[in-house]
């Protein structure tokens, strides 16, 4: 049986991350378990790009035992910017809520929630950065509503002041908005402040259709 210290000395960075044991490393089989299925993935946004798959493992297991690390890429390689973490059990995955929410990781806030894989489309999200403190929920669906029917907009804020932490999340009725409103928007002027627009969840498929390097536990 191999250990995950032997699994991570075959990475090469030559290869974007990709591991030379893809069975045990890569899956898409919905990341379900025994031990509480999807009470036990949190997922994990705003991720720095260049921050890899066993960084992010490295992170979570501060909280907890690790199961199963994915940082999702586009087709190309190049990280979305968001991951899945499972955990042994659901109430580690409660704690990486608690403890690495809003954690700063290479000048990055992150944010750390339930994997709530069913209440969206796949591919119909977007994650807003660096969004005038001023916007609220109201002035972000109106702008956004553009390219498409908005379902939901949402601007994170601080819990204990209620100010703005600069970055939102706009969900689409139609996935094809995704695209067209990071091409409006993405690099565009927004009351001083140039925004950047990219997809949050980037499921082209139902399930686990989502690359990227990973870490699966044995």
């Given at each position: 049986m191999m250990s995950a210290d032997m699994q991570e000395s075959r990475i090469s960075d030559a290869n974007n991350g990709d591991v030379a044991d893809d069975a045990a490393m890569a899956r898409s089989d919905g990341g379900t378990d025994s031990s509480g299925g999807k009470m036990c993935r949190v997922y994990v946004g705003n991720l720095p790009y260049s921050f890899r798959w066993w960084e992010l493992k490295d992170l979570a297991r501060e909280v907890g035992d690790v199961v199963h690390v994915?940082?999702?890429?586009?087709?190309?390689?190049?990280?979305k910017g968001c991951g899945i973490i499972e955990f042994r059990t659901a109430e580690d995955a409660r704690k990486a809520i608690e403890q690495l929410h809003d954690r700063e990781v290479q000048g990055r806030p992150i944010f750390v929630r339930e994997d709530r894989e069913e209440p969206t489309k796949p591919g119909a999200q977007v994650f807003v950065q660096n969004l005038p403190f001023s916007v609220r929920w109201q002035d972000l669906?109106?702008?956004?509503?553009?390219?498409?029917?908005?379902?939901?907009?949402?601007?994170?804020?601080?819990?204990d002041t209620g100010r703005s932490k600069g970055v939102g999340i706009v969900l689409f009725e139609d996935p094809e908005n995704v695209q067209a409103a990071i091409s409006k928007f993405n690099g565009t002027d927004w009351n001083g402040r140039r925004?950047?627009?990219?997809?949050?969840?980037?499921r082209s498929s139902p399930g686990r259709g989502f690359g990227g390097g990973g870490y699966r536990g044995r």
């Open positions: 994915q940082v999702l890429q586009y087709p190309e390689g190049k990280s669906k109106d702008r956004f509503r553009e390219v498409g029917k908005v379902l939901k907009a949402d601007v994170l804020t601080y819990p925004i950047e627009v990219r997809e949050d969840r980037g």
